[in-house]
Every structure is written in structure tokens, then in C-alpha cells.
């Protein structure tokens, strides 16, 4: 499925390879819910079938067929669990590619989330970027390439998948019935549109608009338990929570509700919560966030 916000980049995509110009590693890079593997594997499928149109498989032929079945011998995926992504996986890449292709001619690996690879899987991939086969193509996804090596990341084509075009989102959300002018913080997400869908189908929207809500009474006061009961639901929320947090902060400042130090001195506090729920393993987080409520209430009603 190519979602609307993605077609520009499918189509530069497109028009490398009918030029034949098409890189043999193509680093898919976005944050988590902009479609990057929904966007991924319809460019494995385009690349893998015999008559594409515009690099979109054509759904018909017998390498479309085996791809429906999951039993094409020319495609490999792996990580898509989001665990670790060892050494032995990545060399069975090299394998892979080594191996005669069955069907069109090309052979295609695609490793979600890449930015699990461990650093001997990583180098064990720098072989087969450096040394492609003809008509082999490697599409690594990625929604943090801070965690890839700089070898990695020197020897792929970058693709940036992003969902730039709020006006479009909100219009795609709509159409889905995703309730905008009842969630004001969508906006803070139109980046990452298949999040908010998510929320929606999993029935989390009440919790995360609770959240919000909270959130904006703490310049007021508000009880931190209220907050640690709605992060304790899920660890998803809790850097929702810092999103909310940092408007809030920031939303203070355009509004000339606090002095510019002031807000220095907000986003160092919740700089030190974000460490703290980040990096310290059993963290006691009612207290992280009881400190975290109390600083930003001294400095935003003062």
C-alpha cells in the first residue's frame, strides 16, 4: 500500500530505475508511523514482478502470485519482529544474493528495522554493499539512523519518507473517520499519521486526550498520580507525555506567559525526566514524574 503522502518519493524512485540509475541499497529512513514498510514492500513487489507499471506490481503475473502466497524464492525480509538482528541473518543475505534469481532476474532483501543490527551483523552487510550483484537490491528501513554505523549509512542512497503535507494528512484521517476537531493535539503527529491510526483502532484516543489534558493543568496543578496512572497503561505513552510537555512549554513562551529563561530552565527539567525514563532501568517513575510536575509548576506559575 503506497500512502498519499508517500508518492513523491515512490516516483523519484521510480524514475531512477526505469533510468536504470536505481542505487542497490536504498536506506528507507522516517519516523515510526509514516509508512515506511508498508512503503517498502510495495517497492520489493514492484521490483520483484515481471510487468510492473510506474514500479507498482501489476498484481497479475505468476512473481505476484508467489508473492501473495509469501513463497516467492527471489524476496527476503528480515526484522520485521523488531527484535535484535544478528550476524548469521545478515550473512544469509550474502547468500541470498549470491543464489540465481528464479523469476525476473532481480533479487530483493529488505531488513526492517535495521537500526537493530548488532555491530557484527552490520559489518558482516558492508561485503555485500560494497560488492553488489547485478539486479540485487537491499531496502533497509530505518526509524533511527543515529543507531546505524557511518559505514552503513556512507554506502546507501538515502530515502527520507516523511509526511509533510498536514492539509492531506487531515484530509487522509477523515476520510477514516479519525475525530480531528475532538483531539486537538493531533497536530502534534500529523508526522506520523499511521500513529494516530493506530490509537484509534486500539481505542486509545480517550487516554492519550486525558493525558494531554492533565498536562495542560499543570501550570495549575494537578495531582502526578493522575498522570503515572495513564503512563503505567502503556510505555508508549510516556513520550507521548514529553511531546505534550514540551508545547506546553513552548506554547507558554509564544504566548509571552513566561520569560525566555524560564523556559530554558522548563526544558532542562524535562531534558533531566527524559533521561531519567530513558537510560536508568527500574525507574521509579511516580517519582520522576512527581519531581518533574513540581519543578515545572514552580517555574510556570511564577
Not at 514492500?41 to 521490483?47: G, V
Not at 514482478?49 to 525480509?77: E, R
Not at 529488505?110 to 537491499?138: C, D, G, H, I, S
Not at 530513558?278 to 511564577?302: A, H, T, Y
Request: proline letters at 3%; charged letters at 10%; glycine letters at 4%.
Amino acid at each position: 500500500m503506497l500512502y498519499p503522502w508517500l508518492h513523491a518519493a515512490h516516483q523519484q524512485i521510480s524514475d531512477s530505475f526505469y533510468q536504470q540509475r536505481l542505487h542497490h541499497a536504498l536506506l528507507l529512513q522516517g519516523p515510526a508511523g509514516v509508512g515506511k514498510q508498508a512503503f517498502a514492500q510495495t517497492l520489493a513487489d514492484a521490483l520483484l514482478c515481471v510487468s510492473p507499471v510506474n514500479l507498482t506490481a501489476c498484481g497479475q503475473c505468476k512473481s505476484c502470485h508467489l508473492l501473495a502466497a509469501h513463497s516467492h524464492p527471489d524476496s527476503l525480509q528480515l526484522g520485521e519482529d523488531g527484535s535484535t538482528i544478528g550476524v548469521d541473518e545478515v550473512r544469509n543475505i550474502a547468500n541470498f544474493c549470491q543464489s540465481s534469481a528464479g523469476q525476473n532476474g532481480h533479487k530483493v532483501v529488505v531488513v526492517y528495522n535495521a537500526q537493530n543490527m548488532t555491530v557484527a551483523a552490520a559489518n558482516a552487510l558492508l561485503k555485500t554493499l560494497e560488492e553488489p550483484a547485478k539486479n540485487r537490491f537491499l531496502l533497509l528501513v530505518c526509524a533511527d539512523t543515529a543507531r546505524l554505523p557511518a559505514t552503513i549509512l556512507s554506502r546507501c542512497a538515502h530515502v527520507q519518507l516523511h509526511a509533510g503535507d498536514q492539509v492531506q494528512v487531515n484530509h487522509w484521517l477523515s476520510s477514516l473517520n479519525f475525530q480531528l476537531e475532538t483531539q486537538v493535539w493531533h497536530q502534534f503527529f500529523t508526522h506520523q499519521p499511521l500513529l494516530l491510526l493506530k490509537w484509534q483502532e486500539n481505542n486509545e484516543l480517550a487516554a492519550i486526550n486525558q493525558l494531554y489534558q492533565l498536562t495542560q493543568q499543570i501550570k495549575n496543578g494537578v495531582e502526578p498520580q493522575l498522570l503515572v496512572d495513564i503512563l503505567q497503561q502503556k510505555s508508549d505513552y510516556i513520550a507521548v507525555f514529553s511531546i505534550f510537555i514540551s508545547e506546553m512549554i513552548k506554547q507558554s513562551l509564544i504566548h509571552q506567559q513566561i520569560e525566555f529563561q524560564v523556559y530554558q530552565t522548563c526544558m532542562q527539567h524535562l531534558s533531566q525526566y527524559q533521561q531519567a525514563v530513558d537510560n536508568v532501568s527500574g525507574i521509579n517513575l511516580p517519582l520522576q514524574v512527581s519531581e518533574l510536575v513540581f519543578s515545572l509548576g514552580q517555574q510556570l506559575k511564577s
